[in-house]
């Protein structure tokens, strides 16, 4: 798949360094907002993985922070979101772990 592609668009969130405390998250994901986007977010791909050149539909879906919340990304954003499937969500968990921990001062 394309994680090349992916990590151009996550390389955006490398100038914001916000971070949300793990209860604020918590309480985010339970939100009515966040639900409506999500569902909305859902509905709009057509229930279809969104990364590039995937377009599988599975029955567990993820309705993905193109740049994450912990990079500062954009919690309700509609442009933020994309619906993922669970390789792609759980490669670009990984690959973006990756990243943290590379950036992190004195390495992993
Ligand atoms: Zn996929």
Redesign the pocket.
């Known amino acids: ?1 394309g994680l090349q592609a992916l990590r151009s668009r996550v390389a955006l969130a490398d100038l914001h360094t916000a971070a949300l405390p793990p209860k604020v998250a918590d309480r985010f994901y339970t939100s009515p907002a966040w639900i409506a986007l999500r569902d909305r977010v859902r509905r709009e791909a057509g229930g279809r ?3 590039p050149g ?3 539909a599975e029955r567990r879906m993820f309705a993905d922070h193109i740049v994450e919340l912990k990079d500062g990304g954009a919690p309700l954003d509609r442009t933020n979101v994309w619906l ?2 669970a ?3 759980s490669l670009k968990t990984v690959a973006e772990r990756a990243k943290r921990t590379a950036q992190r001062p004195g390495g992993p």
């Open positions: 798949m993985c969104q990364a995937c377009g599988r993922l499937c390789s792609h969500h």
